[in-house]
């Protein structure tokens, strides 16, 4: 499998936009699987509460490779991160609540050992028969998995002599499970929820035009790449969430005391200078929801203009409809972050209605993002999305055209 062509985009020097990687459809025609020890890297960092999953969708999306390889006769050691121990061993981020997790989707046994390598995994991994399944401890119970630490990755690879990659979400980190070991193992190949997510982030690649975007979130920091780079490929896109406050600040209008960056005031004016130049409507809001405080307010309400003693807290309903419309008219919608401090019911309602648009649109839609995910599943219009990306940080580096180092490690010849 080839990821997308990135034609669009002008990489700066020594940025490799296109890698050549091999599909885990294409490994099983090519290798007898049964029997081989298969060690599949997936995201299964799912949200725990009192030890009970509270959200199983990252289970549900790994479904497909597991089944894909059982059927095959895999023998497969399954492992993934939870959280961020930090190289501690902590008990409340164990994964041994997701084998029991997974045992019922799969409806089939799996095996759970208590530790990610050594000897106790090898030995566990030695008794694996085929199409069976041994998840691993948490990889961030070790240091080593996220300083990339070489002998960790040799640990991690003597287990097996197959490697598939279903990670996308984590596929923007250079770890040892997700870079480090791949050089050490036989074959690899990318799992069918990364390859899922290749074909489908394309979209934001070569888009059908008109390409429409939404970002939102609390900081113009953690968005400026993407927003730079989709301002040299979009026709729209509609600035929400706290980041939008600096933008609206850097254009000499009143925030109040909305959350802003004072060090990106310069970013946004050259950002929206670089828009008008590209004929690219970059839209702010025109109203907001403003509270005078956030825990207990005594005052909400929605304005024009945002009073010196008041935050913004998402944005206002004529600003919504703008942005609804901008959604339906996209042949192409990618969205990620909220357009509001959406946890709370009040300040929630931009998200949702853009949640509604985006999914009406007859145009091909793409959402990543944990809070843009939540507020599709929360309206219920999940089933109404192209696609629901699973790596918010991953998807938006995908779509700035930086290799992935998850990505790049498959690039080899087999």
């Known amino acids: 499998m080839r990821a997308p062509a990135l034609a669009p985009i002008v990489p700066p020097p020594g940025v490799m936009l296109l890698v050549p990687i091999q599909s885990l459809e294409t490994l099983i025609e090519k290798i007898d699987l049964r029997g081989r020890r298969v060690f599949v890297r997936a995201d299964l960092n799912v949200p725990l509460k009192d030890g009970r999953i509270t959200d199983d969708s990252r289970i549900r999306a790994s479904l497909p490779t597991l089944e894909r390889l059982r059927d095959a006769g895999a023998r497969i050691l399954l492992a993934s991160h939870l959280g961020r121990p930090k190289g ?65 990755a040799r640990a991690l690879a003597r287990l097996a002599d197959t490697y598939v990659n279903d990670a996308f979400g984590t596929a923007h980190r250079a770890h040892a499970s997700t870079a480090g070991m791949v050089p050490f193992i036989d074959h690899v190949a990318a799992g069918l929820l990364m390859q899922k997510e290749l074909d489908a982030l394309g979209a934001a690649l070569h888009p059908e035009r008109p390409f429409v975007c939404f970002l939102g979130g609390a900081k113009v920091s953690d968005k400026l790449g993407v927003l730079e780079a989709l301002i040299e490929r979009a026709e729209t896109i509609g600035v929400g969430g706290a980041m939008a406050y600096t933008f609206l600040l850097a254009r000499g209008e009143s925030v109040g005391r909305s959350l802003v960056e004072p060090e990106r005031l310069d970013d946004a004016k050259r950002m929206l200078a670089r828009a008008d130049e590209r004929d690219c409507r970059l839209m702010l809001p025109s109203d907001h929801v403003v509270c005078d405080r956030l825990e207990n307010p005594t005052a909400i309400r929605t304005v024009e203009t945002i009073p010196e003693d008041m935050m913004g807290v998402d944005i206002g309903p004529e600003t919504a409809e703008r942005y609804a419309e901008a959604a339906l008219a996209g042949r192409t919608i990618l969205w990620n972050g909220p357009m509001g401090i959406f946890e709370i019911d009040a ?43 699973t790596g918010g940080g991953a998807s938006l580096e995908f779509v700035q055209g930086l290799t992935l180092p998850g990505i790049a490690a498959l690039d080899r010849p087999e």
């Open 347 to 389: 300040f929630s309602k931009g998200t949702e209605r853009l949640a509604r648009a985006v999914a009406a649109s007859k145009g091909r839609s793409i959402v990543g993002g944990g809070d843009s995910l939540a507020a599709v599943n929360k309206v219920g219009v999940a089933r109404d999305i192209d696609h629901l990306s």
């Open 88 to 152: 501690q061993r902590v008990p409340e981020l164990s994964l041994e609540p997701v084998a029991t997790a997974l045992a019922g989707r799969l409806d089939c046994p799996v095996h759970f050992v208590g530790d990610c390598i050594g000897d106790e995994v090898e030995a566990a991994a030695a008794r694996l028969a085929d199409g069976g399944i041994l998840l691993l401890e948490n990889l961030r119970f070790h240091a080593g998995e996220t300083a990339n630490d070489p002998d960790f």
